[in-house]
Structures are given as structure tokens and as C-alpha cells.
């Protein structure tokens, strides 16, 4: 593209190669298409060009390719995607700057932690699971009125912010060595229910990644989700909990939204410890 | 009876507090979302969360104050019970959410702080940082999951909403979705169903919503015979940065930490801003309005940047519209405490540090005030009575809409940061009234006879079907949306004149008449996007047609809808006596005017025309008497002089 921009030549163009799969258990094959380049352009409003005239560079129809987005504006965490080797959000890899690292081509795949459901799309139901099972709310009597929330201090609120910003994303576990992909399928004499229900206790026995590591900590931080911290530490120690961790910083690095995912793990792994120790006497 | 189960399409901050309410109130719930709910659209808003507060009392502000604010900027074109009632549940709504963790900013002392937003004197507006729709709809998701693990919430994600199912009484059972991986189509008897949709963004191609932002679901609805009202009030927000997928919010908030917009006096100042002395800026807000300043209104915000641009030729590019929003003299620290979310935004997207260089920014279409007509139950207070199933109802019985998809709220102009707040305060007050609605219904849907839901799904697999088996080579779905995003993008925004909203209209049709040859480049039955966006597509037409039809028709000026040939005179005379003279004319047309458009515009879907058919219902204005709107109009102080002898006056014959 570079050069070509050089040269002026009438119609700037970029090759985008794809990983695409047709559905669960299909073989995966790679795609390339040939992109008319415009200014401002990122890689979403690209996958809207290939949809419109989904033609491969050799000139063959093809299906378009599925992805998944929503707000454009990386905050919804939908358009997860390893984009030229890196996990990272789709609507912010601007595609300017991707042709600077890697001139005349632009290089999309699935994460490959998450079963693929199609193309781009990957079925991310294991990262809410954990949200499950690390019990990330605030149990509140109910929602009648009761007058104002506990009084927090700006300190507090500046602690409490960043980590609720975690928009389920999923770039964290791309990058973890220990979040492992499975992919399940429905058996043939499985109903729908219990096929879901077979999905959600698997993924609980297997780890449960940074994001929910960090979310124990808002929560066990709050003061009124504080009064369910020993349910949260529970999770955290029980099969698939912090311990699988091996602190290798990768998830980190990729946070979207910088949350400090491992300042979150080493709380979360002193508080777990001395949870367990304290189990442990008291038993 | 068998079990009853509520069904909620879309899960925003609207259909999330509905889901957590009723399921506390120990209903079964359904959540059917196009996209896992914690991605819906509510997650974009940044700005923050309006209701009076202890602080703001003490300067004078009250429930009332709100709700006149909101009746004010909303030009009286809302029914006053509803929005009084909202006033009212706010300071609650805010307790609540603050309870459920919302990481709300904090003053010193620890209470929630408060923010200024338009259309206001007062700092009523609560915030997450830059991220408060975040912030509030990632609580309502906790919540909903606690409830999904009680058992009590079913979630069906990644589902698309087909259509109602009515019987031949016309109440709506249920309704029918289709699995986006799937594609399987199936019915859920539901013995209600509250379309919690959110916008129609997306009939202008791009605008500051999220690519779901479709009105698929609310035009699905209307084709079915709910009726669609004030479908021409279309916001347009002041400052958004343009992109070539979307155009960007930048939000009020940012003017409402200090944020100043200017141009330079020099049309395309070729000078680095900063290097421009303050004398040669033209900071055009608050010249032209004293007392607002940069926070007026939306609407006058946004046609005074578009004037400036288009009329004043001062934008600051040559080939691209755009002005100026300043906020480099707040210091950076305050910036990244209040704003961070957004400017964030802008650096990632457009490469420039917003805390040093002023950001470039130009209106965009942004909210809906129009959406499904719903009915409500008025107290002899001019409150909503509580637990009646009569709140937020459309006219189908048991089809019920929340959030930004229904239309009570905001009149011709929504105030910023009361959205969040009629979303969350539509679930939580509707819960109760379902809860009545339920018990007085005699059998349970999942009663009712399998052929009415069979029949449904049968007509909708047809509808595929068809769409399916077109021949190859037919038109492009996503050329003729960009086309139609176009078309309305000039006429139905900020100036509207009315040749130009009749070409729209005929062009419209005439993009309608083509989509229906639009061909699939995918005919497959696995998570099938193609599809998916093709029948939204369709559905697009009948609500771009009621919006044209509604601005077309409606000859006046009110909120965002502003027609030049319609628009109320300035005072020019030169003597007090001429002017008074006038003032007392503008009244008098004024007057007239109210008589003849203060009422919210009525649309019904004609199927055997394809067209749509308008009728026009008066507003209650019952609490505060209408009057007239005057930010910034020569002669305004002048106006109120009169218009207040006249009401005066007035009282003083009712015996
Ligand atoms: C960028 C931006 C910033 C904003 N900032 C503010 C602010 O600061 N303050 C304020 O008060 N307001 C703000 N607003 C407005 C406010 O965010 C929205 O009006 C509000 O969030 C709408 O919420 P909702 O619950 O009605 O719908 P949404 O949040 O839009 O959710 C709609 C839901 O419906 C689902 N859905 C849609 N169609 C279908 C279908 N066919 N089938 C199944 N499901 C479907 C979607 O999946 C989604 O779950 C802002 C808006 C934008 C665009
Ligand atoms: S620190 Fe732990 S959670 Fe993060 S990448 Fe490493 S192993 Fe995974
Ligand atoms: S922690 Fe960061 S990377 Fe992980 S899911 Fe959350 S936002 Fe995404
Ligand atoms: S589309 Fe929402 S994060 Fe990219």
C-alpha cells in the first residue's frame, strides 16, 4: 500500500487475509481479499467492505465473512480478533497504522482460546460462566428505595472504577497459557438444557481466568459486596481457581482497557491463601 | 393455571431494570438480545445520570424543577403525567443504582458528585467518569446473572425478535425469535412481551449508535399494528467526530467540565489553534447565548454549529464541516479524573491528545424521541398511578415498550443524561403493573392453542424462505442502506424544508421497491449475518417512511424539528411601541401554533399500502401550562413580558 501511495497510482488497494471456518468442527482455511484503501478507515468498516462485495482477490463470489461487533467504540468488547498476530478489538486497530507495522497486508483470525462458531465469531460463553462463579454482583436486599448507597471516599471510588470497566472482552484469556480452549458438543440425545448445563459445570472445573480474578477483587472491595467476599474467596480456591495462575503477565499486556489484572491476581492470591489457611484451622 | 413468563426483547438499561424487577417480584423472565446484554447500546453513553439532589435543592431545585426543565426542552410536546412521575422516582433511581455498585465519581467527603448538563442551571447530573452507561448497565447485568443463576431469568442471546404473536382479540401471547447461530426460528409464549429495543440510529447510516441500533424490532412491532408516535423528532448531537464507520460521541459532558466551542474569526485559519489569541476566536455559544452559554439545549447547539459552518463558511477545514471543542485549559489532571473514558476515545480513534489540541467535531444523529406509542394511568395529582398495567402499554394488550424505543419522555428534544434515566425508571416502574397485568389474565400463554404460535413461526420461515431463493445478482443490501442512511441524513435532520423532505419520500419508496429484489450473497442456515441484516434492512423502510411523512406534515418549528419557512420571528422594530406591537403578534401566533401542532404526531402502518397513515393526539399539558421557548431570540425578554400579562390575564376570567 505504501508504495503504491507512492507512486499515486488511481486505485490504492491492501490484501486483508483471513482465517475463515465455515461452522464448529470444520476445517479452517485462510482467505485473502484485495480492499480499496480510504483515509480513517479501521478494521471493522474493512469487514464492512469485504460483506458488501465479498469477492476474494482472485476474483471468486464467496460467502461474506461473519464477525461480531457493536459500538465501534471499544467499549462493548464484541469485535475480539487476533489482528496481525495480536488480540485486540477491531473497531480501535486502525487500519493506518496496521499498514505501518506491516505494509500491503492486514492478517484477521478467530481468538483461538474460544470454540469457533463461524469465521470471526467465537462463542465466548465460558468467560461469563465465570462471572457465575466467582458470584460478581452486589447481593442487595432488593430494589425498593432504601435511601443512599454507603458513603465511598474518592480513593476508594478511584480503585473501584477501573476495575469495573472490564467489558468482557475476553483478549486477556487469548493471551493466558493457562486458559486452555474446549470445545463441547452437543451429544445427539442431549436436549438443549442439558447441553448447556454440561457446558457451564465443565467450565467450571476448568480455570477461571484474569478477568474474573480482578472482578473478585472489585466486588470482595465494595462495601456492601464485601459481606460475600468468603463466597468469592471459596471460588477462588476451589478446582479451576487462582492456583492455576503461573503469573506469566501475559494477560495484562493485551487489557483493552488497562485494567491491572495482575495487581488484581496478587490480592487475590494473598487474600486466597490466607482464606485457605484460615479454612483450614477452622475445620 | 399453567406458569405465566414475561418476555423482555433487549437488554439495555430498559430491559435489564425490568428483568431484575420482575424476577424480584418473582415472575419468570425471558431476555431475548441480539447481542449478549452486557454489549447493548447503553454501554456507549458517557455523559451521566439526571435527578435533584440535597445539593441541588439547596440552590433551589426540586423534583418539579426537573421535570419543568425537561417539559421546557422538550418543547411541551410530552403528556406531563409520565415525565413528572420520572422527576419524581429520580433522586430513588440514583440511590439505587448506587447501591448496586456503581462506581459514581465522589466529592471529598464521599457523597456522589454532580456535573452540569444542557438545558439546565442546575449540577443534577451524576457520572461514572466518562463511561456511565458502562458503569450502569455492567450493575443491571450483575443483577440479571444473580437472577439467571436464582433460575428465575432466562437468557436468549444472540436471538433476533421476529414479530409479536397476537390472537384474534388482538392481545399479544408471545412472540417469535430466531437463533442468530442456529437460524433456528421458534415462538415463546409470553403472557406479556416489553420491546426494551433501544433506537433506530441506523436509518441514517451512520449516526452515534451501535450497529444493533436497527429499529428492526420496533418496526417488527409496528408492522404487527402498534402504533408509532412522533417519529420526526430526531436528535441530532451537537459534537460528534466523524468516522468512516461511525461517527463518534464526544459527550455534552465534556461542555459541561468547562469544555468551550469556538471557530476561528479567520475562516480556515491556517495557525495552529493554540496559537490563536482569544481575541481572534469566535466562542459563537456564548456570545450568542449569555445565559446557557456552551450548555444550551441540543437542538440550538447543534443548528448554531451547523449555521456556523454551512452558513458563516467559519468551519475550521476547507473541504470537511467541523468547529472546534476546547478543553485545554482544564487542567489534565481533572480531565482524566472526569472525562477519561472519552477523550480516550478520541486519542485512540483520531491519533490526537484532546487535553492539548482542541478537538474537531461536528453534529451527528443521535436519539430517537419518537418511538412506540404507549398509553399511561394518571393519578388526580398528575402522577402515573403505581402497579396499573395501563403504564408504558401500547395499543396491542400485553405488548408493552420501554427505554429508548418508547416515545413518552422527551417531547421534541430530549435534555442529555435524562435518557439513562427514562430507561431505568421505565423497567422499574413497569414491573409492578405487569405484575397486575398477569393476575387478571385468565389462561397462561403457554396455554393458549399451539396452532397460533405454529402459524406464526410457520409465516416467518416462509419470509426467509423467500428471501432465501431470490436469484443471484439482485440489488445490495448494504449499497442501498448506505443510500437510504444518505437520503434521510439530508433531509430529515437538522434543516428540513419541505421539497426536499418529498424527495426523500419518493426516493425512499423507491429504495423500498428495490430492497424487496435485494439478492443474498448468503443462502446458508448457520449464523448467517447476510440474512440477518438483510430483513433489517426491510425493516427500515416503514420507520424512515413515518419519520419523512411526520416531518413533511408537521409545518412548524418545534425542538428538533426546525423548518426556516416555519420558524418564529425575531423583534426588529425600532421603537418599544413597535416592538410590543410585535411581541404581542408573536404571541398571538404562537398561540395559534400550539392550538394547531402542540399534539404528539400518531402513525399506524398500512400493510395492504405499504404506506403510513397519520393522526394527530392532544398533549396533556395539565402541570405547567406551555410557553414559549425563547433561548437566544432577539426580543426574548420582551416575549416573556407579554406572554406573562397574557396568562395573567387569562387567570383572572377563570372564575
Ligand atoms: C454515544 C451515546 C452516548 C449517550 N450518552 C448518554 C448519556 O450520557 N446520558 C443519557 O441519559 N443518555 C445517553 N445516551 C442515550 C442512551 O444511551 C440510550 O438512549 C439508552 O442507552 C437506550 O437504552 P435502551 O435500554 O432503551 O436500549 P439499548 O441499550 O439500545 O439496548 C437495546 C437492546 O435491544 C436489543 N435488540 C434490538 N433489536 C433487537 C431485535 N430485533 N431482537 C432482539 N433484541 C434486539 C439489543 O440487543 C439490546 O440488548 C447516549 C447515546 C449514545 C448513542
Ligand atoms: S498472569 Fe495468570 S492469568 Fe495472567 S496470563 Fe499469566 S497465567 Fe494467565
Ligand atoms: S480484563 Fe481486560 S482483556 Fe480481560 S476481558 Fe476484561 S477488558 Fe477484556
Ligand atoms: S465493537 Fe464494541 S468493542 Fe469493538
Redesign the pocket.
Known amino acids: 500500500m505504501a508504495e503504491n501511495h507512492r507512486e499515486g497510482e488511481a486505485a490504492k488497494t491492501f490484501d486483508v487475509r483471513i482465517l475463515r471456518q465455515a461452522g464448529p468442527g470444520q476445517a479452517s482455511y485462510w482467505e485473502r481479499h484485495r480492499v480499496s484503501y480510504e483515509p480513517d478507515m479501521n478494521v471493522i468498516s474493512v469487514l464492512q467492505k469485504i460483506a458488501a462485495h465479498p469477492r476474494t482477490a482472485d476474483g471468486q463470489d464467496v460467502t461474506p465473512v461473519a464477525w461480531d461487533?457493536?459500538?465501534?467504540e471499544?467499549?462493548?468488547?464484541?469485535?475480539t480478533m487476533v489482528i496481525n498476530g495480536r488480540v485486540r478489538?477491531?473497531?480501535s486497530a486502525l487500519v493506518d497504522r496496521l499498514l505501518e507495522q506491516h505494509p500491503d497486508e492486514i492478517e484477521l483470525r478467530p481468538a483461538s482460546t474460544f470454540p469457533v462458531v463461524r469465521d470471526l465469531v467465537v462463542d465466548r460463553g465460558r468467560l461469563f460462566q465465570a462471572l457465575k462463579k466467582v458470584t460478581a454482583w452486589v447481593a442487595v436486599d432488593g430494589y425498593y428505595d432504601r435511601g443512599e448507597g454507603p458513603p465511598q471516599s474518592q480513593e476508594e471510588q478511584e480503585q473501584l472504577y477501573p476495575l469495573s470497566h472490564c467489558m468482557s472482552c475476553g483478549c486477556c484469556l487469548e493471551a493466558c497459557p493457562q486458559y486452555a480452549r474446549v470445545e463441547l458438543t452437543r451429544g445427539v440425545d442431549e436436549s438443549p438444557e442439558e447441553f448447556v448445563q454440561r457446558q457451564a459445570e465443565t467450565y467450571d472445573r476448568l480455570f477461571l481466568g484474569p478477568h474474573a480474578i480482578s472482578q473478585v477483587i472489585l466486588f470482595n472491595s465494595h462495601p456492601t459486596g464485601r459481606h460475600m467476599s468468603s463466597l468469592r474467596l471459596d471460588a477462588l480456591i476451589a478446582e479451576g481457581g487462582i492456583q492455576l495462575c503461573g503469573n506469566a503477565q501475559n494477560c495484562v499486556a493485551v487489557c483493552p482497557k488497562d485494567i491491572p489484572l495482575t495487581t488484581s491476581i496478587a490480592r487475590a492470591g494473598r487474600a486466597a491463601t490466607v482464606h485457605a489457611l484460615r479454612k483450614w484451622f477452622d475445620v | 393455571m399453567a406458569r405465566q413468563r414475561v418476555m423482555v426483547v433487549g437488554g439495555g438499561l430498559a430491559g435489564l431494570s425490568a428483568a431484575m424487577k420482575l424476577a424480584e417480584l418473582g415472575i419468570d423472565v425471558d431476555v431475548m438480545s441480539l447481542t449478549p446484554v452486557k454489549r447493548s447500546h447503553s454501554v456507549c453513553a458517557q455523559g451521566g445520570i439526571n435527578s435533584c439532589s440535597d445539593q441541588t435543592r439547596q440552590a433551589g431545585d426540586s423534583e418539579w424543577k426537573h421535570f419543568d426543565d425537561t417539559v421546557y426542552g422538550g418543547d411541551f410536546l410530552q403528556h406531563q403525567p409520565p415525565v413528572k412521575e420520572m422527576a419524581y422516582w429520580a433522586p430513588k433511581i440514583i440511590n439505587l443504582m448506587d447501591r448496586l455498585g456503581v462506581t459514581f465519581n465522589r466529592t471529598t467527603e464521599g457523597f456522589i458528585d454532580r456535573r452540569r448538563f444542557g438545558g439546565t442551571l442546575y449540577k443534577r447530573t451524576a457520572f461514572a467518569g466518562a463511561t456511565t452507561g458502562q458503569q450502569l448497565l455492567y450493575a443491571l447485568d450483575e443483577q440479571v446473572r444473580r437472577w439467571e443463576v436464582a433460575g428465575k431469568v432466562r437468557k436468549y442471546e444472540h436471538w433476533d425478535f421476529l414479530g409479536p404473536v397476537l390472537d384474534n382479540h388482538g392481545v399479544c401471547r408471545g412472540c417469535v425469535g430466531q437463533d442468530l447461530v442456529s437460524m433456528e426460528i421458534r415462538a415463546f409464549p409470553a403472557d406479556a412481551v416489553l420491546i426494551a429495543s433501544g433506537g433506530c440510529g441506523l436509518l441514517y447510516g451512520r449516526s452515534t449508535n451501535s450497529v444493533m441500533c436497527t429499529g428492526s424490532a420496533v418496526s417488527r412491532c409496528f408492522q404487527a399494528g402498534a402504533k408509532y408516535a412522533n417519529g420526526e423528532f430526531i436528535q441530532v448531537h451537537p459534537t460528534a467526530v466523524p468516522g468512516a464507520d461511525k461517527l463518534r460521541l464526544m459527550s455534552e459532558s465534556a461542555r459541561g467540565e468547562g469544555g468551550r466551542v469556538w471557530v476561528p474569526r479567520t475562516p480556515q485559519d491556517p495557525r495552529n489553534p493554540r496559537d490563536i489569541p482569544e481575541s481572534e476566536r469566535y466562542y459563537f455559544l456564548e456570545e450568542r447565548y449569555p445565559q446557557y452559554g456552551n450548555l444550551v439545549p441540543r437542538d440550538i447547539a447543534t443548528r448554531e454549529i451547523f449555521d456556523i459552518c454551512i452558513n458563516e463558511g467559519l468551519s475550521v477545514e476547507k473541504g470537511r464541516q467541523c468547529v472546534y471543542l476546547d478543553l485545554t485549559h482544564i487542567p489534565r489532571q481533572e480531565l482524566d479524573r472526569k472525562l477519561g473514558g472519552i477523550l480516550e476515545i478520541y486519542e485512540k480513534f483520531q491519533g490526537v491528545d484532546p487535553r492539548v489540541t482542541p478537538m474537531k467535531i461536528f453534529p451527528a444523529v443521535h436519539y430517537s424521541m419518537g418511538g412506540l406509542w404507549v398509553d399511561y394511568d394518571r393519578t388526580a395529582d398528575g402522577g402515573l398511578r403505581s402497579a396499573s398495567p395501563t403504564n408504558m402499554v401500547t395499543n396491542l394488550p400485553g405488548l408493552y415498550a420501554l427505554g429508548e424505543c418508547n416515545y413518552q419522555y422527551h417531547g421534541a428534544n430530549r435534555l442529555g443524561a435524562n435518557s439513562l434515566l427514562s430507561c431505568i425508571f421505565d423497567g422499574l416502574f413497569a414491573a409492578p403493573g405487569l405484575e397486575v397485568w398477569l393476575s387478571s389474565r385468565a389462561t397462561a400463554a403457554a396455554e393458549a392453542p399451539a396452532s397460533l404460535f405454529e402459524s406464526e413461526v410457520r409465516r416467518q420461515q416462509a419470509c426467509q424462505q423467500e428471501l432465501i431463493r431470490r436469484p443471484a445478482g439482485g440489488e445490495n443490501p448494504y449499497l442501498l442502506h448506505q443510500t437510504l442512511g444518505e437520503v434521510m441524513t439530508k433531509a430529515a435532520t437538522v434543516v428540513r424544508r419541505n421539497p426536499q423532505l418529498r424527495d426523500a419520500l419518493r426516493e425512499v419508496e423507491e429504495l423500498a421497491a428495490r430492497a424487496k429484489r435485494c439478492a443474498l450473497a448468503d443462502t446458508g442456515q448457520w449464523t448467517n449475518q447476510n440474512l440477518v441484516f438483510t430483513r433489517a434492512l426491510l425493516d427500515m423502510f416503514p420507520l424512515a417512511q413515518t419519520i419523512l411523512r411526520g416531518a413533511l406534515a408537521r409545518d412548524e418549528c418545534r425542538g428538533a424539528h426546525y423548518k426556516p419557512e416555519f420558524a418564529m420571528p425575531h423583534l426588529t422594530g425600532e421603537t418599544t411601541a413597535q416592538r410590543r406591537a410585535e411581541a404581542d403578534a408573536w404571541c398571538t401566533r404562537f398561540d395559534e401554533n400550539n392550538r394547531r401542532w402542540l399534539k404528539s404526531t400518531v402513525a399506524v402502518w398500512q400493510p395492504r399500502e405499504e404506506s403510513v397513515q397519520l393522526s394527530y393526539e392532544d398533549v396533556d399539558t395539565s402541570l405547567i401550562p406551555p410557553r414559549p421557548r425563547l433561548y437566544g431570540l432577539v426580543g426574548a425578554a420582551l416575549i416573556e413580558e407579554v406572554w406573562n400579562q397574557r396568562v395573567t390575564a387569562q387567570l383572572a376570567r377563570v372564575p
Do not use: D, I, Y
Open positions: 461487533c457493536n459500538c465501534l471499544e467499549v462493548c468488547g464484541s469485535c478489538q477491531a473497531c
